[in-house]
T-cell receptor, first 115, second 109 residues
Framework: KAGVTQTPRYLIKTRGQQVTLSCSPI?????VSWYQQTPGQGLQFLFE???????NKGNFPGRFSGRQFSNSRSEMNVSTLELGDSALYLC??????????????FGPGTRLTVL | DAKTTQPPSMDCAEGRAANLPCNHS???????VYWYRQIHSQGPQYIIH???NNETNEMASLIITEDRKSSTLILPHATLRDTAVYYC??????????FGGGTRLMVKP
């Protein structure tokens, strides 16, 4: 079974631009979560989507947004990019059977560099 | 604070057991302990998880103390390919993994 895939793998943008990252979950997985990883802050939860609805949100500004499509694929968008947005953006998916936490499986990440 | 606490780095001899500790003293009753590892800034790889009982799979064993305030990940026979950053995390029903700083494990020949 194919794992979580993320596109693009690498991206270079300039300050003020916006960017959209894409995530395809493992087949059958219904929950998609996004995380940001930086050397200074480590791995931080951005948000989680389930059934096309944002179910949980981390402590990030409104410039960070996302959505999920009916096939569970997800995108996240960052508007008005800042230098501090340079990071590895990771997507994780899980079945979400209900009734408790489910194991999340991570994709390879998208490395975003903001110049 | 919902984060976990781990030693920043550890060394282990190849072929020996690697025991990685984690403190999660504020864990709540319905939170699971999950362990992941990350190699060369790839996506974190799932290793094992547990709630209150000890667990074992083909990769590792997980020992959770009775009061659930700490746990230990055991790699029974570490190899050079086990060199990675190991993260102990907590997961509630909301699928929000809370990561600490992780332990950088160096397996040496």
């Amino acid at each position: 079974k194919a794992g979580v895939t993320q596109t693009p793998r690498y991206l270079i943008k300039t300050r003020g631009q916006q960017v959209t990252l894409s995530c395809s979950p493992i087949s059958g997985h219904r929950s998609v979560s996004w995380y940001q990883q930086t050397p200074g802050q480590g791995l931080q939860f951005l948000f989680e989507y389930f059934s096309e609805t944002q179910r949980n949100k981390g402590n990030f500004p409104g410039r960070f947004s996302g959505r999920q499509f009916s096939n569970s694929r997800s995108e996240m968008n960052v508007s008005t990019l800042e230098l501090g947005d340079s990071a590895l953006y990771l997507c994780a998916s899980s079945f979400d059977l209900g009734g408790g936490p489910d194991t999340q499986y991570f994709g390879p990440g998208t490395r975003l560099t903001v110049l | 604070d919902a984060k976990t606490t781990q030693p920043p780095s550890m060394d282990c001899a190849e072929g020996r057991a690697a025991n990685l500790p984690c403190n999660h003293s504020t864990i709540s009753g319905n939170e699971y302990v999950y362990w992941y590892r990350q190699i060369h800034s790839q996506g974190p790889q799932y290793i094992i998880h547990g709630l209150k009982n000890n667990e074992t799979n083909e990769m590792a064993s997980l020992i959770i103390t009775e009061d659930r305030k700490s746990s230990t990940l055991i790699l029974p026979h570490a190899t050079l390919r086990d060199t990675a950053v190991y993260y102990c995390t907590r997961n509630n029903a909301g699928n929000m993994l809370t990561f600490g700083g992780g332990t950088r494990l160096m397996v040496k020949p």
